[in-house]
């Protein structure tokens, strides 16, 4: 049904990581309903404690995830080597930079004591762990574990949450996602390198080779450089929106941005799954890019005409002025998904094929035009001129990859033998 193969590694861990999201998300919104119970102004605190460290965990983390997804498929037996140097780059960058964010950032508004303080570097080094043993599992082509990882997780920060909350406890809200991350992390890692990184089986003969040490070098910096680019958008277009319009504006705004990255994340978990796959199989590489473009049109064909019907009463959920005010800026989001699903494809083609500077190109270019065009188009149009913003560098960076990527899909096609015709015996 619809070219899609659900018994195979590629969709089964693409919906596997899909399925995660989603779990992630729907505990998510029970985990803030249950913590609306301490004084808004700790609830106000706590989430921003935690989106930092989350944010800095995943700077220092995403990049060597990545490497994990495309190269632990050809490691055998030097898995846990690889993994276990992984693990320190992940915390050494983590613990770096939370300790500078703590010694150089003003921050009297997110920490109350000096226990806070010395404490957020561990929780940063914690999560940037959490979401590496993540990356590892999609390496090892495991990705079905993903899920029931993240449901204990969240199973296990909301029951702490609640328990902390009948009493108050202070920082009870950091409390309560830190010690399930770390629980996690302890047992997970424990599982993977006592047991199923040492029995490794070796490398099957198309999977990719791994560069050598100035190879890897040089796509670790390529990803971090691309990681900073991603996480940099999302965090100054809300400060654009504050500086010019306010911070009710940027309440509409981040709903409907909200509801848009959900389908985004989405597509990235299939191309994370693609990775991973193509990587360990280059002889089936069209096979699999087919069967990915399958599934992300699939996601983006069903999300836009979904979002640009339903928009007004996702955004009503929250209130009558949300669906007003930010109606608009989701459709103009939707029509950007099927640009974003072409300009990812070749991202990720490009990403199996080493080829980091391009990929490191487009990614920059893009958030050069997304945040120079919105500082000018919101003022005369309000949040949908980051809608505008946003779709055009979409359409920009899509129509500068259209004949590269169909240059690699040709690339990749294989060759077809001409049959040979035998000669008729008289």
């Known amino acids: 049904m619809l070219g899609l193969r659900l018994g195979d590694k590629l969709e089964l861990n693409a919906i596997a990581l899909m399925g995660t999201t989603v779990i992630t998300a729907l505990f998510g919104l029970v985990f803030w309903a249950v913590a609306a119970r301490y004084p808004a102004a700790e609830v106000g605190r706590a989430?921003?404690?935690?989106?930092?460290?989350?944010?800095?965990?995943i700077l220092s983390s995403m990049s060597?995830?990545?490497?994990?997804?495309?190269?632990?498929?050809?490691?055998?037996?030097?898995?846990?080597?690889?993994?276990?140097?992984?693990?320190?780059?992940?915390?050494?960058?983590?613990?770096?930079?939370?300790?500078?964010?703590?010694?150089?950032?003003?921050?009297?508004?997110?920490?109350?004591?000096?226990?806070?303080?010395a404490t957020f570097p561990l929780?940063?080094?914690?999560?940037?762990?959490?979401?590496?043993?993540?990356?590892?599992l999609v390496g090892l082509r495991a990705a079905k574990w993903v899920p029931l990882e993240q449901l204990l997780f969240s199973a296990g920060k909301l029951g702490l949450l609640m328990l902390l909350s009948l009493t108050l406890v202070s920082s009870g809200i950091v409390v309560a996602w830190a010690v399930p991350a770390a629980v996690a992390v302890l047992v997970v890692s424990g599982v993977l390198f006592l047991k199923v990184l040492p029995n490794r089986p070796p490398p099957s003969e198309s999977a990719t080779q791994i560069p050598g040490r100035k190879g890897l070098s040089v796509i670790l910096l390529g990803e971090y450089a691309s990681g900073v680019t991603t996480v940099t958008v999302p965090l100054v277009l809300p400060l654009i929106i504050v500086a010019q319009l306010?911070?009710?504006?940027?309440?509409?705004?981040?709903?409907?941005?909200?509801?848009?990255?959900?389908?985004?994340?989405?597509?990235?978990?299939?191309?994370?799954?693609?990775?991973?796959?193509?990587?360990?199989?280059r002889r089936s590489s069209y096979t699999?890019?087919?069967?990915?473009?399958?599934?992300?049109?699939?996601?983006?064909?069903?999300?836009?005409?979904?979002?640009?019907?339903?928009?007004?009463?996702?955004?009503?959920?929250?209130?009558?002025?949300?669906?007003?005010?930010?109606?608009t800026l989701l459709r103009i989001l939707a029509i950007g998904l099927p640009?974003?699903?072409?300009?990812?494809?070749?991202?990720?083609?490009?990403?199996?094929?080493?080829?980091?500077?391009?990929?490191?190109f487009l990614q920059v270019l893009s958030a050069?035009?997304?945040?120079?065009?919105?500082?000018?188009?919101?003022g005369p149009f309000g949040i949908n001129g980051v809608g505008l913003a946003y779709l055009g560098a979409r359409v920009v960076t899509t129509l500068i990859v259209l004949i590269p990527l169909r240059r690699m899909l040709k690339e990749d096609r294989p060759e077809e033998k001409p049959l040979v015709q035998q000669e008729a015996t008289p």
């Open 339 to 360: 640009f974003t699903i072409t300009y990812s494809t070749f991202i990720s083609m490009s990403r199996v094929r080493q080829l980091m500077g391009r990929v490191v």
């Open 246 to 281: 306010g911070t009710q504006a940027n309440a509409y705004y981040a709903l409907a941005w909200l509801i848009s990255d959900a389908f985004n994340l989405l597509l990235w978990n299939i191309y994370t799954s693609y990775m991973a796959e193509a990587s360990n199989d």
């Open 47 to 57: 989430s921003a404690v935690i989106s930092t460290a989350m944010m800095l965990s």
């Open 64 to 117: 060597v995830g990545l490497l994990f997804a495309r190269f632990l498929g050809s490691t055998g037996a030097r898995s846990r080597p690889m993994v276990l140097l992984g693990y320190a780059l992940g915390a050494a960058g983590a613990a770096v930079l939370s300790i500078g964010f703590v010694l150089f950032i003003p921050n009297d508004d997110l920490f109350t004591s000096w226990v806070d303080r």
């Open 368 to 378: 050069v035009l997304t945040i120079g065009s919105a500082a000018v188009l919101v």
């Open 123 to 136: 929780l940063a080094i914690t999560l940037a762990l959490f979401t590496l043993q993540d990356w590892v």
């Open 288 to 327: 699999l890019t087919r069967r990915t473009i399958r599934m992300v049109w699939l996601v983006g064909g069903l999300g836009t005409p979904f979002l640009l019907v339903a928009a007004p009463f996702l955004l009503s959920l929250l209130g009558g002025e949300y669906s007003e005010e930010g109606t």
